[in-house]
């Protein structure tokens, strides 16, 4: 839990949602792109879409059957959805259907998608706007734009919409809770990023020296005060061996497992356990094979528990909590008096509801844990382990083409071949013309363009020259703990049973200047206008698992008290020998407040909050990591995380999937 505000976000965008609702009159049909089924989820529900009017809800597909009188569609400026709108209207107009159109692009429109409206002859009957959905509370301390193919749109197809539409979105913040004093950057859209922001603060009039009368209205605009004390944006780029490593705490296994969307998990009805039915009621509940959406946050106490756990320890949690919800159930027996037995009954709301979460997490357990002990699970983790660990030999190559050989479900191939290449600057040109060849013959030749996708975005490489980034970084960053206490950690690399993700790392230098063990980087006081841009080349990056491990090299403490204060401002300087390993450019920012000194000081007393963006998407195991960075620094610091999407191994390389369409 920290101290910023999504609930204010959550009511701005149901605020909005409902005005886009109120512009049509009277009854009307709601259609969503399949896409924003979650997120509007999240925002709102559907007694307050009938309270404005809505009679039906479907989800956008070439033929909508409707007796309501007007249509709004709520959908991503994509092609394909325009195409679908427009073979909408044309089969309503053939049947001689009147509606009333109207389009609500989510978050921004976009010249391409109004032009095929137009080829498509529907412009002129349909009218459009924008529905700001860009900022999507996930929890407390995690936002999210759910834009799923940011990875692809950034680092592969050049397009930089998501750039644009994140510059928007910390505008809105900076307007709801004030100017960010320090913006910390590493990556090429990290930079376009920042640079971006500047430019819109800009032609806000923020920095502007002219009449009294601008001043005043930059006091307007922004808060007086900042609860953002910093902010870290990271390109997906910067670390890409940590998605390719199989995520092992308790929200990532079951991500890797069941797949998580905006918070929700679909399950087997089985796993829920009997539905009570209601009271009063005899009838057996209706059995249902369909899987429910089970949503996953800290709402639910336990989960909230379990969420950052390494899977390890997750089982024997489970059993305690199960003693004392029983304990608590026995309590009954114990009620004598009125007062007593009035006491049980109030209490007893709560526990039937831990009831049945406890339930619902044993089951979901239970599958995990036949999902680790299969044999194929852990033989994939051990050479993942070797892998990032630096230990490369002839088996672990061997094993990779024998998975190639069985025809193993090719996202889990593609997965070690590509943290092969990204700890190991690339195969040899034999091995990765060999492996070319294997992969294209097995699982055909329509993944041509996929191989072709991997190789531009840097998962998948030849070895150009000797130097291998990721080998450089390994020791100086401590990517590898040897022993780790998976009940009791003291490091992040519990959430991988020994490797430390590298994004996460990177936060940890820049908050608190040290990895651990190692000795802390000098600490350096940041200019009040200070611009700092230093380019840094290539890639490297990588994993490590094991679903049980031993203990681990402890966390270190803050840094070297600066001005009073425990902890220095986020920066990375004096580690740059090691950042300039990574790709990308690196960045470092400090807003200037406007004349007369209004941007107020934030109470020494109060935590400092920082921003963890990550441009491309992150992983659950990233989001636990930085929690533990929170909850080591004693209340200090606390961590909200910002991301275009949530992903992993799979979903990343899914995405960037291209096979060819025959005719």
Same mark, same amino acid.
């Given at each position: ?477 401590? /990517?590898? =703990?040897? %022993? *780790?206490?998976?009940?009791? #950690? &003291? ?9 430390? $993700? ?82 990308? /450019?690196? =960045?470092? %920012? *400090?807003?200037?407040?406007? #004349? &007369? ?9 109060? $935590? ?56």
């Amino acid at each position: 839990m920290t101290g910023f505000n999504v609930a204010l976000l959550k009511e701005l965008a149901r605020r909005d949602l409902v005005n886009v609702l109120d512009s049509v009159r009277g009854k009307k049909g709601l259609v969503i792109d399949q896409s924003l089924s979650g997120p509007i989820s999240l925002v709102t529900e559907f007694s307050l879409l009938k309270d404005h009017g809505v009679e039906k809800i479907y989800h956008l597909q070439q033929s909508i059957v409707t007796e309501c009188k007007a249509l709004i569609y709520l959908c991503r400026p994509k092609i394909q959805n325009m195409k679908c709108i427009a073979e909408n209207i044309r089969s309503h107009t053939q049947a001689g259907i009147k509606l009333e159109y109207s389009l609500f692009f989510v978050p921004r429109r976009t010249m391409i998608c109004e032009r095929v409206l137009e080829e498509e002859g529907v412009y002129g009957d349909i009218s459009i706007g924008e529905y700001h959905l860009d900022i999507i509370p996930l929890d407390d301390d995690v936002i999210s734009m759910e834009l799923d193919n940011s990875f692809r749109e950034l680092f592969l197809d050049g397009d930089t919409s998501a750039v644009y539409y994140v510059a928007k979105s910390i505008m809105k913040l900076q307007t709801l809770f004030g100017i960010i004093p320090r913006i910390v950057a590493k990556g090429n859209c990290s930079k376009l990023l920042v640079d971006l922001l500047l430019r819109m603060r800009r032609e806000l009039g923020i920095n502007s020296e002219d009449s009294d009368d601008n001043k005043s209205s930059d006091r307007n605009i922004f808060p007086a005060s900042s609860e953002i004390d910093s902010l870290i944006i990271m390109d997906r780029t910067v670390d890409l061996v940590t998605p390719m490593c199989t995520q092992l705490t308790y929200e990532g296994l079951i991500d890797e497992k069941f797949g998580i969307r905006s918070t929700f998990v679909e399950l087997d009805p089985s796993m829920h356990g009997p539905t009570v039915p209601p009271s009063g009621s005899s009838a057996a509940p209706a059995v249902s094979n369909k899987p429910r959406k089970v949503a996953l946050n800290s709402q639910d106490k336990l989960f909230a528990q379990l969420r950052d756990l390494n899977f390890a320890v997750v089982g024997g949690l489970l059993s305690q909590v199960a003693r004392r919800i029983h304990e608590d159930y026995e309590g009954r027996h114990q009620a004598k008096t009125v007062s007593q037995i009035k006491d049980f009954v109030g209490k007893l709301g709560n526990l039937q509801a831990e009831h049945q979460s406890a339930r619902l997490h044993t089951n979901v357990a239970e599958e995990i844990t036949k999902f680790t002990l299969d044999q194929d699970f852990n033989r994939m983790l051990e050479v993942q382990q070797n892998f990032v660990a630096g230990v490369i030999t002839t088996p672990h190559i061997d094993y990779i083409e024998e998975l190639i050989n069985k025809q193993a479900p090719l996202m889990h191939v593609l997965r070690l071949l590509c943290l092969h290449s990204l700890v190991n600057g690339g195969f040899k040109p034999k091995q990765f013309d060999f492996f070319r060849r294997e992969l294209i013959q097995t699982y055909g030749y329509t993944h041509i363009l996929t191989l072709q996708n991997l190789f531009k975005t840097g998962l998948l490489r030849r070895q150009e020259t000797a130097r291998n980034p990721y080998a450089q970084i390994r020791k100086p960053l401590r /990517l590898i =703990v040897d %022993e *780790v206490n998976e009940h009791q #950690p &003291n490091d992040i690399s519990y959430v991988y049973s020994g490797y430390a $993700p590298i994004s996460v790392r990177l936060v940890q230098l820049s908050c608190y200047k040290n990895v651990g063990n190692s000795a802390p980087a000098p600490v350096v006081a940041a200019s009040p206008v200070e611009h700092d841009k230093i380019e840094r080349q290539p890639t490297g990056l990588s994993l490590v698992a094991a679903v049980v491990g031993g203990n681990a090299g402890s966390v270190g403490q803050a840094a070297q008290q600066q001005q009073g204060n425990n902890h220095p401002v986020p920066s990375w300087k004096g580690w740059e020998e090691s950042l300039q390993m990574l790709p990308g /450019l690196m =960045v470092e %920012e *400090v807003q200037k407040p406007p #004349p &007369n000194g209004w941007l107020a000081k934030r109470n020494r007393a109060q $935590p400092k909050l920082t921003m963890v963006l990550f441009l491309g998407g992150c992983t659950f195991t990233e989001m636990s990591a930085i929690r533990f960075l929170a909850q080591q620094d004693e209340g200090q610091r606390e961590f909200v995380i910002m991301t275009t999407n949530i992903l992993n191994g799979s979903t990343l390389l899914e995405s960037l999937a291209d096979p060819i369409v025959l005719s």
